[in-house]
């Protein structure tokens, strides 16, 4: 090694030791005759003493050394004098005093400041990611991520999990999402797809008798991306035999709160992570993705205005929509300006706005005063419906309430969305909170109005309630599903599902997602035969690595978390990918392109 110590490593225990340094020139102050230069590793940062009269190179040489200079530095730790101590640094107790210093690499202006934590051109990270990965957030992120994946290791492998690689290079599927296809050059005209996930492969590591199987596992998508997707992200891919939905949660809750009381324990985590089902989710937070990190929860007012005098919620309730409401604790006090934010949610969503009732904090709450309400329902709302609206929302003076009256789904997607504005708005997250949740019991199929069929909610491998099988010919809609989904503060963390694993009722799934028998064979014979071979009952989960790691280092957007992510476009902006390629290399493959494209 060209080096004895990492910078970030030493303290007080080292002083008076000769020690050999080396890294990046992180910081330069020159005091006459006298300079310093605060050195970086990837282990942390060391103040350096230089004196120009006891070093092996000139006082010129030393004036031109830069940031990011590489340079190896032989010298000796001491205690730094009463006074100069840095309390901010980790090594700020101690200085290496210089005797030798050598050059190693010299480096040109960074396009941006590396020694600094600021907000920095996007575009600008990403073509020079290799400087933007030296920033401390960065490190620190990719070493979290690091500990995230070692940990994970080490506990599944505790538990007699085996850690399995499966193929890249697959069979192109027809439900999810797209598949990024890579052609063949040996069997020209048909293409392998990138794994969406290796769910068939692990179902088929089950039916191979191992009967726990992980995998860290790198997925491809081929959908548009948004702050928390990327083309290729990563899974924590788990498959268990002879399970019950219920030891796959136990497992992940463990797992969860195992490793975030050691990797960072300065977030609060349930000890048990709650268990809501789909249905219930959707009527309390409008969402199956809920944030439980404050209450506020989505109440029916059918009852309350089954008589009412007001017009439009009577058409609702005739029509056979529905009427709910949130309350925001002390919402009055919220500005007209955010009332104004709430209706343009309610717009974007297909609806008229959103109806508001805002109590006095003078309001006496068990005997109301019309008078100390302010609202534009306020001509038409009975006394009696006032008081029974305040009972149901458990208001207190001062609170407001808002009222979405609609379709199911766009009452849920309004007040989802104005749930978590207003608790943004009135400061009800503590973000240091990390409430996790189980979300079961999904609906096995969801209908698709653009393709005019039935879809698989999660997956085509998911196995239905039992209780539930006869309704998938003739109402697929009321078929529940043993898929779930772990939820943490409002985003979807990982899902999956107690599977399929016997060939006829895969073959009636099937069916009912208008898959034809002979298509069925086509793409899935590989499954048919291997459910037909004495396939084990089995189930599993995928958590994302990408978002668990963005939650547990704050971040809110998963490039953060990876070192070399891509852009929106899924565009490579330091390599150039996606690229043209050679038409040497599309004839081997006996493709062609369209020449126009080549040239835009
Ligand atoms: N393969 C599924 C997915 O990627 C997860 C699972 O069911 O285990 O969403």
């Not at 640094?89 to 480096?107: D, Q, V, Y």
């Not at 099937?510 to 089995?538: C, N, T, V």
Request: overall charge negative; proline content about 4%.
């Amino acid at each position: 090694m060209l080096k004895t110590h990492m910078c970030g490593n030493l303290d007080s225990s080292s002083i008076n030791k000769d020690v050999t340094l080396a890294g990046w020139v992180s910081r330069r102050r020159d005091h006459g005759g006298l300079t310093f230069i605060d050195l970086r590793d990837s282990s942390g940062i060391i103040q350096i003493v230089l004196r120009n009269e006891e070093l092996n190179i000139s006082a010129d040489n030393i004036s031109r050394i830069r940031n990011e200079w590489v340079i190896i530095v032989h010298g000796t730790i001491m205690i730094r004098q009463k006074g100069t101590e840095n309390k901010k640094m980790k090594t700020g107790l101690i200085e290496l005093i210089a005797k030798e210093i050598t050059i190693s690499n010299k480096s040109n202006t960074p396009p941006f400041p590396i020694n600094e934590d600021i907000d920095i051109d996007e575009l600008n990270r990403m073509k020079y990611r290799y400087l933007d990965l030296r920033r401390s957030k960065m490190l620190n992120n990719l070493k979290l991520r690091h500990n995230v994946t070692h940990f994970i290791r080490n506990f599944l492998s505790s538990k007699e999990f085996i850690e399995i690689e499966t193929p890249i290079l697959n069979v192109a599927t027809p439900e999810g999402a797209r598949d990024y296809l890579v052609p063949s050059r040996v069997h020209p005209g048909k293409f392998y797809a990138l794994p969406q996930s290796p769910q068939q492969w692990k179902q088929l590591l089950m039916v191979g008798g191992f009967e726990k199987y992980f995998q860290i596992a790198r997925c491809f998508r081929d959908e548009d991306l948004r702050s928390d997707r990327q083309p290729e992200f990563t899974q924590l891919d788990i498959e268990m035999s002879f399970v019950e939905q219920e030891d796959i949660l136990m497992l992940i809750e463990e797992l969860f709160t195992k490793m975030i009381d050691k990797l960072t324990p300065r977030f609060s985590i349930p000890k048990k992570f709650p268990s809501i089902t789909y249905n219930e989710c959707i009527e309390k937070y409008g969402t199956d993705k809920p944030d439980l990190r404050f209450g506020i929860e989505i109440h029916d007012l059918k009852k309350i205005f089954l008589n009412t005098e007001i017009i439009i919620f009577k058409k609702m309730i005739d029509d056979k929509k529905r009427i709910r409401a949130i309350n925001i604790p002390n919402g009055s006090t919220l500005s007209k300006k955010q009332i104004k934010k709430y209706n343009e949610i309610a717009i974007k969503y297909g609806s008229k706005g959103v109806a508001s009732i805002s109590l006095d904090h003078q309001i006496d709450i068990n005997n109301p005063s019309m008078d100390q309400v302010d609202s534009l329902l306020k001509q038409f709302l009975s006394q009696n419906e006032l008081e029974n609206l305040i009972q149901e929302m458990k208001s207190e003076a001062g609170d407001l309430i808002l009222i979405s009256a609609d379709e199911v789904s766009v009452t849920s997607n309004i007040l989802s969305e104005i749930r978590v504005l207003s608790a943004e708005l009135m400061n009800l997250i503590d973000y240091d909170k990390l409430s996790f949740c189980f979300v079961t019991e999904f609906p096995m199929f969801e209908f698709n109005k653009l393709e005019d069929r039935w879809t698989a909610m999660h997956h085509l491998f998911t196995m239905p309630f039992e209780e539930d099988i006869h309704l998938i010919d003739n109402d697929p809609g009321q078929v529940r599903s043993h898929a779930y989904d772990i939820v943490c503060n409002g985003q979807e963390v990982g899902s999956g599902s107690i599977r399929i694993h016997q060939a006829d009722l895969f073959l009636k799934v099937l069916k009912r997602l208008d898959i034809d028998e002979k298509i069925a064979y086509e793409q899935f014979e590989h499954m048919i035969q291997a459910f037909s071979y004495g396939a084990p009952p089995h189930g599993g989960i995928a958590p994302g690595i990408d978002r668990l790691v963005a939650i547990l280092a704050k971040e809110s957007d998963i490039r953060e978390v990876i070192a070399f992510p891509k852009t929106k476009t899924a565009a490579d902006i330091l390599t150039g990918a996606p690229s043209f390629v050679d038409q040497k290399y599309l004839d081997e493959l006996q493709l062609s392109i369209n020449e126009d494209e080549r040239q835009s």
